[in-house]
């Protein structure tokens, strides 16, 4: 397991967990991102059957979990961060299926889930971090995984963006390629992919099938 990343230990803070949702989903711009990407959940998730259970990682205040849920899919949410998940299951008013684990070796056996999410989380991970978290990803799900990157094209482009729209540079810049690349390593197959908002949000999410699942 990989320790080397912020991530990892920054949303382990009481004050950065309790400000999470403020800080990104309040406001018109919040409200609209959070519409979007769960607009962006809702087509990854086309063909899994409702029912199935759908692993959320990392789950953080429950947002996608709670979408699920609401869709006729058994979400469960894992996060290494105890007040994450105590946020999340506040706000599912304790309907939540939650546990605490690490992406990295997560506490689930093969095939426990139809399914596994990943939103928001390999843009903070290094590579070898990053394939750890697919690799268990693909592991689990027989059916489906989802992964969301910020694949970047030109720098310039992201200084800009970054600028024009005040949002955070990726940490791990990654191309389309490498991406494709380092699924494949992983044993996942691309079936398709979509984006947030073409030239406007830069996030990417890939839709997999784990070389189990055939
Ligand atoms: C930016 S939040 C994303 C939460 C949620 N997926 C969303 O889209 O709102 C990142 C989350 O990743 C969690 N995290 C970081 N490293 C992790 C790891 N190795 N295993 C599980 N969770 C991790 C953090 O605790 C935090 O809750």
């Not at 073409?198 to 070389?211: K, Q, T, W």
Request: net charge positive; glycine share 10%; proline share 4%.
């Amino acid at each position: 397991m990989t320790d080397s990343y912020t991530a990892k230990q920054h949303y382990q803070q009481h004050d950065v967990a309790g400000d999470y949702d403020r800080e990104r989903f309040s406001g018109l711009r919040g409200w609209f991102v959070n519409r979007l990407e769960q607009g962006l959940l809702m087509k990854t998730m086309e063909g899994v059957s409702q029912g199935g259970r759908v692993l959320d990682l990392p789950v953080g205040t429950g947002r996608m979990s709670r979408r699920l849920d609401a869709e006729g899919y058994r979400a469960v949410g894992t996060d290494v961060s105890e007040p994450m998940l105590r946020i999340s299951a506040n706000l599912a008013g304790g309907r939540a299926n939650l546990a605490r684990g690490d992406g990295e070796r997560l506490p689930y056996r093969d095939g426990a889930f139809a399914a596994a999410i990943c939103f928001r989380l390999l843009v903070h991970l290094p590579a070898p971090a990053r394939k750890n978290v697919l690799r268990e990803m693909a592991r689990v799900a027989t059916e489906r995984v989802v992964a969301v990157y910020q694949p970047h094209r030109i720098a310039l482009w992201w200084l800009l963006y970054g600028l024009l729209l005040r949002r955070k540079l990726p940490l791990h810049f990654v191309s389309d390629d490498d991406i494709r690349e380092e699924l494949a390593d992983c044993g996942l197959r691309l079936v398709r992919s979509h984006t947030l908002l073409r030239g406007v949000f830069m996030e990417r999410a890939y839709v997999l099938e784990p070389s189990s699942g055939t």
